[in-house]
């Protein structure tokens, strides 16, 4: 690449990573995410706009204004609502989101009634081993074997309603950041609020350098990838090109690592796009980026969602290594400014193919190539010519 990349500004990264930690935003309770994200690009002199619901969509001019690409990240988190008021005051929970009720107990929550928040903790049916002994042990792990504690002089029905609780209400789960001084950082929600520190960092590198992208790009920040929708409705331009940016899975049967930037190969919605998936992966290796190649089995994103909704374009995922992912996740310095300077050197990119300026062709001519027709018709089991056995034959005769 022949414009040089300023290097990543590491204290805005986790300045923005922890202040946005700081803000509940399960899936449904993200408004107050969106103003601090629209705040953000405002100092950047990026200009957005928002949705009705408030998915926040913005503009990076290029020298082109097609074919143009779109780098997606979300603020909603995994969280849980209340299901049901018991008598005796405490409160069932069903999950916002895909999540193990294993990592919701235990822990200290916030419920946000209509009008105030009440602090409250997470505990399982029998929660005190002086009283059930090793009975404690016996619950199964789901939903429906833990229950809400709020931290009120309420202790039925009737007075946490009075207190406004109803049904619904959301319940956002603490995040507890910590930095630790080997590089890594553990809290909840790095899901996917590391990756839009890492988009929002990368875009301050492209701002900061005056590199002018040769395309246009749109940074999104949707607010419901979590229940599967994310970018299904985030598109109004003619995008060709579309990156998610999320979490990779760094667990056994995985090749993710915290210290490296995954490029996903696959997911749970289907191969992504051959041809853009390797263009990230070239830049990395021209950039000297650590980067990991991986497929994830259990897995959705915004760029799966776009492709569900019908755009025709090509899609590609950037995600950062995790432990634990949806739990106590952790992850590492390295790996957020791996992504991060993937994600600037992805901007500042040309298109992977100026053809795709075009919705259609009406020719063969500027259509891609993954691999030369001679190699891709090669048979695996080679099997002599016909005529030389029959030669063969004859001589034989």
Same mark, same amino acid.
């Given at each position: 690449?022949?414009?040089?990349?300023?290097?990543?500004?590491?204290?805005?990264?986790?300045?923005?990573?922890?202040?946005?930690?700081?803000?509940?935003?399960?899936?449904?309770?993200?408004?107050?995410? @969106?103003?601090?994200?629209?705040?953000?690009?405002?100092?950047?002199?990026?200009?957005?706009?928002?949705?009705?619901?408030?998915?926040?969509?913005?503009?990076?001019?290029?020298?082109?204004?097609?074919?143009?690409?779109?780098?997606?990240?979300?603020?909603? $988190?995994?969280?849980?609502?209340?299901?049901?008021?018991?008598?005796?005051?405490r409160?069932?929970? /069903?999950?916002?989101?895909?999540?193990s009720?294993?990592?919701?107990?235990g822990?200290?929550?916030?419920?946000?009634?209509?009008?105030?928040?009440?602090?409250?903790?997470?505990?399982?049916?029998?929660?005190?081993g002086?009283?059930?002994?090793?009975?404690v042990?016996?619950?199964?792990?789901?939903?429906?074997?833990?229950?809400?504690?709020?931290? $009120?002089?309420? !202790?039925?029905?009737?007075?946490?309603?009075?207190?406004?609780?109803?049904?619904?209400?959301?319940?956002?789960?603490?995040?507890?950041?910590?930095?630790?001084?080997?590089?890594?950082?553990?809290?909840?929600?790095?899901?996917?609020?590391?990756?839009?520190?890492?988009?929002?960092?990368?875009?301050?590198?492209?701002?900061?350098?005056? =590199?002018?992208p040769?395309?246009?790009?749109?940074?999104?920040?949707?607010?419901?990838?979590?229940?599967?929708?994310?970018? !299904?409705?985030?598109?109004?331009?003619? @995008?060709?090109?579309?990156?998610?940016?999320? =979490?990779?899975? @760094?667990?056994?049967?995985?090749?993710?690592?915290?210290?490296?930037?995954? @490029?996903?190969?696959?997911?749970?919605?289907?191969?992504?796009?051959?041809?853009?998936?390797?263009?990230?992966?070239?830049?990395?290796?021209?950039?000297?980026?650590?980067?990991?190649?991986?497929?994830?089995?259990?897995?959705?994103?915004?760029?799966?969602?776009?492709? /569900?909704?019908?755009?025709?374009?090509?899609?590609?995922?950037? !995600?950062?290594?995790?432990?634990? $992912?949806?739990?106590?996740?952790?992850?590492?310095?390295?790996?957020?400014?791996?992504? $991060?300077?993937?994600?600037?050197?992805?901007?500042?990119?040309?298109p992977?193919? /100026?053809?795709?300026?075009k919705? /259609?062709?009406?020719s063969?001519?500027?259509?891609?190539?993954?691999?030369?027709?001679?190699?891709?018709?090669?048979?695996?089991?080679?099997?002599?010519?016909?005529?030389?056995?029959?030669?063969?034959?004859?001589?034989?005769?």
């Amino acid at each position: 690449m022949s414009h040089p990349l300023p290097d990543p500004d590491t204290a805005y990264l986790r300045q923005v990573l922890l202040e946005m930690l700081a803000i509940p935003s399960p899936t449904g309770f993200t408004d107050t995410l @969106v103003r601090y994200v629209a705040e953000r690009l405002d100092e950047l002199g990026i200009p957005y706009e928002l949705t009705r619901r408030g998915t926040v969509r913005a503009t990076l001019k290029g020298r082109l204004n097609s074919p143009d690409r779109a780098i997606s990240a979300h603020l909603d $988190t995994i969280g849980s609502s209340v299901r049901e008021i018991k008598d005796n005051g405490r409160l069932c929970l /069903a999950p916002v989101g895909c999540w193990s009720s294993r990592f919701a107990e235990g822990s200290r929550v916030s419920l946000f009634t209509d009008g105030g928040v009440i602090r409250g903790s997470v505990l399982p049916l029998m929660a005190s081993g002086h009283a059930f002994n090793t009975e404690v042990d016996s619950l199964p792990v789901s939903w429906d074997h833990i229950e809400l504690r709020l931290d $009120t002089l309420a !202790a039925s029905r009737a007075e946490v309603e009075a207190l406004g609780v109803r049904i619904g209400d959301v319940v956002a789960f603490d995040p507890l950041p910590e930095f630790s001084e080997s590089g890594h950082l553990s809290a909840r929600h790095l899901d996917d609020k590391a990756g839009v520190a890492a988009l929002l960092t990368a875009l301050k590198m492209v701002v900061d350098s005056g =590199i002018e992208p040769p395309i246009d790009c749109h940074p999104l920040f949707t607010i419901t990838e979590e229940i599967g929708s994310g970018a !299904a409705a985030a598109l109004p331009w003619d @995008v060709s090109e579309f990156v998610g940016v999320d =979490i990779a899975p @760094v667990a056994p049967g995985q090749s993710s690592s915290e210290h490296a930037v995954t @490029v996903a190969m696959q997911d749970s919605g289907g191969p992504y796009d051959y041809h853009l998936s390797r263009h990230l992966l070239r830049l990395a290796e021209q950039q000297d980026i650590p980067v990991r190649r991986d497929l994830f089995r259990y897995y959705h994103s915004d760029a799966q969602s776009a492709i /569900a909704a019908g755009h025709d374009i090509r899609t590609a995922l950037l !995600a950062f290594g995790c432990d634990a $992912t949806h739990g106590y996740e952790r992850t590492h310095r390295d790996s957020l400014l791996a992504l $991060t300077r993937l994600i600037a050197a992805y901007v500042i990119s040309p298109p992977v193919f /100026a053809s795709d300026a075009k919705p /259609a062709q009406a020719s063969l001519e500027p259509f891609s190539h993954q691999l030369e027709h001679e190699t891709q018709m090669e048979p695996e089991t080679r099997v002599p010519a016909v005529d030389s056995l029959v030669s063969c034959g004859k001589d034989k005769g």
